[in-house]
């Protein structure tokens, strides 16, 4: 029979995700409505590991669904990638009769939770709480989609530029090792261009399809480049093309960390709270060192292991469709 679960611990660690706030408020209220007491924990993994612990109830998580960033805040910890600061981390939990951790994150996050409960047992949920879209077991990250439209508003404001002046933007957009953002923001935004980390585009490559849009009378373009791409970045990208190709007058954005915040999206509100609710459940069930996650419109359990080690790919049809709509 599985052991009652009296009290939860939730952290939110790594980068912020627009929807954190609601994935914490639907652990609260999730718990409560089954009779669970929840421990917020500050500042991550550092906080679990210094104690800093605060209880939360219904009022504690009122009017924060529609908030960015969170409100449990976030860093990342040096200390618990050691065994002393786990050590400590795990007898705070028990000074604080923790029986169960909810961790919303990446994959940093969910790395520290799996060797975590590995080492005390102690039941581990993760929730995927990042822009980047990049975890196996879920169709959509929290945060995913208002970066998403975070982008696609900047680069909406950026054409009207780019088409007054004749001018050729370069937008770079975050996704180190992952292009999720850039493809659907491509799409979305009509881009001449992407460029991935993932699939690969030589400046030869660019320059052939700008000389193709040029031949159109197209005057103006916008290329997206995910930070990640193997070209250098945006403004690489820019010189190079600079270098070889002067039909256009051309300029950089860096969009950066403005991607990361705002108000999160009604879609990232009820995943984050779908999920949050989840999370509560699979502990009861008895479940641990797994991330929810929602495929196909489903909630499925993925373990850890799989979903930090996993790669999640990129669309085919959306690779495909980007190239198509380019013309």
Not at 279 to 299: F, H, Q, Y
Request: glycine share 10%.
């Amino acid at each position: 029979m599985t052991k009652k679960l009296r009290k939860i611990g939730v952290l939110t660690s790594g980068g912020d995700s627009p929807g954190m706030n609601a994935a914490i408020r639907a652990v609260v209220r999730a718990a409560v409505y089954n009779d669970i007491e929840v421990d917020g924990i500050f500042q991550g993994y550092d906080g679990l590991i210094r104690g800093d612990f605060k209880r939360l109830n219904v009022r504690s998580v009122a009017k924060i669904i529609e908030r960015g960033g969170t409100i449990l805040k976030s860093a990342r910890s040096e200390e618990f990638r050691t065994v002393e600061g786990r050590r400590k981390a795990f007898e705070n939990l028990k000074e604080r009769e923790i029986d169960a951790l909810i961790t919303i994150g990446g994959n940093g996050t969910f790395t520290g939770a799996h060797i975590f409960t590995e080492e005390y047992g102690i039941p581990v949920m993760g929730i995927p709480g990042t822009i980047d879209n990049d975890l196996y077991g879920t169709d959509s990250t929290i945060g995913f989609d208002t970066a998403t439209n975070t982008v696609v508003e900047a680069v909406d404001k950026i054409r009207d530029t780019a088409n007054s002046h004749n001018r050729l933007f370069f937008v770079e957009v975050m996704g180190r090792d992952s292009g999720f953002i850039a493809l659907r923001a491509g799409i979305a935004t009509g881009a001449i261009a992407v460029l991935l980390s993932e699939e690969e585009m030589s400046i030869d490559d660019l320059i052939g399809v700008l000389e193709k849009s040029a031949e159109s009378n197209k005057t103006s373009s916008i290329v997206i480049v995910a930070e990640g791409d193997a070209n250098g970045g945006a403004y690489e990208v820019a010189r190079k093309v600079n270098e070889r190709y002067a039909q256009y007058e051309t300029r950089v954005t860096v969009l950066g960390h403005i991607q990361r915040g705002g108000t999160p999206s009604c879609w990232d509100r009820v995943l984050a709270s779908r999920m949050g609710v989840a999370a509560v459940e699979g502990l009861i069930e008895g479940r641990t060192d797994v991330m929810i996650g929602i495929c196909n419109d489903i909630e499925t359990y993925t373990p850890l292991s799989e979903a930090i080690k996993e790669k999640f790919r990129l669309n085919k049809t959306e690779l495909r469709i980007a190239k198509i709509l380019s013309i």
